[in-house]
């Protein structure tokens, strides 16, 4: 492998210290910027991980299907690699939804789960990419099951409207979307509140971009150990 | 046009012919239903909860259950004999051989719901007779959807080394829309509500139908491809 490849392999180190910069900002203006809301206390400052955290959930989904579309197209390894690293990081932000969520629940709400719209759309779609990740596990290297995943990975992202119009008629008590109102972008909040928001979000997506450079690379390298260890294998 | 709608019918008289000749699959998949059900009366006390907001639940749940086995054997008994083999040497477009099986467990499905109804009438004492045309529209609309992405992952498992494992893992939260939707309708429907008052989950369940059909059609070409 020659070196120019190797360099554009790796993450970057100014992508790196962006986000480190972006989340110290971001972790500052949760703690200190940020004004303790008045009638939620200080377990309201929880929501700049939660908003954020399902924010990326979906986002990462969404580079699921899109990668999925691609590779079905052109049958190139890379961008079922770029599917799998996404997936694997959706899993990790959904999850972290779903326990913040709780956490915020409990003393606002009195209890910690409500089988409210959001609440289990959620769950289903962690569910849904829960089995993608098997199916991956589950089947052996190679195109079948980059095809097999893909077609998960778009069936799965088609379904999430239907399931949240079905859940969402089902029973629903989740607060409206404060931040994205009818009336426009951050009509529902203070504008401290808001910035810290937005500076939180900033720095979860650029968060999710430099797991993504990480996880990529990991995955050439195993590529690249399994193309060495056959070479070695037929050579003998 | 001819020629495909021969191709699909000449599949699945294939699949009735086996399942006329084994009888397997059609009493096993009604059996279980009836155990399902029996297994949620056992669990609910039924003087306590009405027959009528559970019992779609308990239809239902029975419902596809029982047709994930369907699902299951459908696909694994074309590997079997390398019958999927044979069918994929065959000059035919992949889209038929989907729609070929897709219509296959769509009629098992059919078939074991018209001899699970009257028992889920005698069960829940609950009198379908009177809305009996509605009741099989959204029972047709359910199963159609459940089929219809039932059989893509189901080809799609068939080759995996724990098919029966994953095929619900995979399946069951996608189906979501299809559970909420058909429970909610047939409980409607039971308290004497008409079709025209529940049009957004007709619609829903229908763009669920139509949506995955689709896709079926548009990704079978990848996974039925060795």
Redesign the interface.
């Known amino acids: 492998m020659s070196d120019a490849s190797q360099k554009s392999d790796s993450p970057g180190y100014g992508l790196m210290g962006l986000t480190a910069a972006t989340v110290l900002v971001a972790l500052g203006a949760i703690f200190i910027y940020v004004p303790t809301e008045r009638t939620e206390g200080v377990v309201q400052r929880i929501m700049y991980f939660h908003v954020p955290s399902a924010w990326i959930a979906f986002f990462a989904f969404f580079v699921v299907f899109l990668c999925s579309i691609l590779f079905?197209w052109k049958k190139e390894r890379e961008w079922d690699i770029y599917a799998h690293a996404s997936a694997e990081i959706g899993i990790v932000f959904c999850s972290l939804v779903l326990i913040t969520g709780p956490l915020w629940a409990k003393p606002i709400w009195g209890v910690w789960w409500v089988w409210d719209a959001r609440l289990t759309s959620t769950l289903?779609l962690w569910?849904?990419y829960v089995?993608y990740l098997?199916?991956r596990a589950?089947?052996e290297a190679g195109s079948?099951r980059a095809?097999?995943a893909?077609?998960?990975g778009?069936?799965?992202f088609?379904?999430i409207p239907?399931?949240h119009?079905?859940?969402l008629?089902?029973r629903t008590f989740h607060p409206d979307p404060k931040f994205i109102t009818t009336q426009g972008i951050g009509t529902g909040n203070e504008t401290s509140m808001n910035i810290t928001l937005i500076v939180a979000l900033g720095a979860f997506t650029l968060l999710y971009f430099l797991l993504m450079g990480l996880r990529v690379r990991l995955e050439r390298m195993k590529d690249e150990i399994d193309r060495i260890k056959k070479e070695r294998l037929y050579s003998h | 046009m001819n020629a495909y709608l021969s191709q699909v019918k000449a599949i699945v008289w294939k699949d009735f012919v086996t399942e006329f000749k084994t009888r397997e699959l059609f009493s096993s998949m009604f059996v279980f239903a009836i155990l399902v059900m029996l297994i949620f009366i056992f669990s609910i006390n039924l003087s306590v909860v009405g027959a009528n907001q559970v019992g779609p639940g308990i239809l239902w749940v029975a419902i596809l259950f029982a047709g994930t086995l369907g699902l299951n054997r459908s696909f694994t008994l074309e590997k079997e004999n390398g019958c999927l083999q044979g069918l994929m040497l065959a000059p035919v477009d992949r889209s038929a051989i989907y729609f070929g099986k897709m219509l296959s467990n769509l009629s098992f499905l059919l078939i074991m719901e018209t001899f699970l109804l009257p028992v889920f009438m005698i069960f829940f004492n609950v009198d379908i007779g009177s809305h009996l045309g509605p009741l099989l529209i959204v029972v047709f609309m359910g199963t159609l959807g459940f089929s219809a992405?039932g059989t893509?992952l189901s080809s799609?498992s068939s080759?995996?080394?724990?098919r029966e494992i994953?095929l619900p893992?995979?399946l069951?939260?996608?189906i979501?829309?299809i559970a909420?939707?058909s429970v909610?309708m047939t409980g409607q429907i039971l308290d004497g509500k008409s079709l025209a008052d529940m049009m957004?989950?007709v619609g829903?369940i229908l763009?669920?139908d139509i949506?995955?059909i689709s896709?079926s059609i548009m990704?079978i070409d990848?996974?039925l491809?060795?």
């Open positions: 079905l289903v569910l849904i089995a098997m199916l589950q089947s079948i095809k097999y893909a077609v998960i778009i069936v799965g088609l379904d239907l399931i119009f079905s859940v008629w089902w | 992405l893509l799609l080759n995996l080394k724990t994953m893992i995979l069951y939260p996608l979501v829309p909420i939707g909610r957004n989950w829903l763009c669920f949506i995955f896709v990704t990848h996974i491809e060795e």
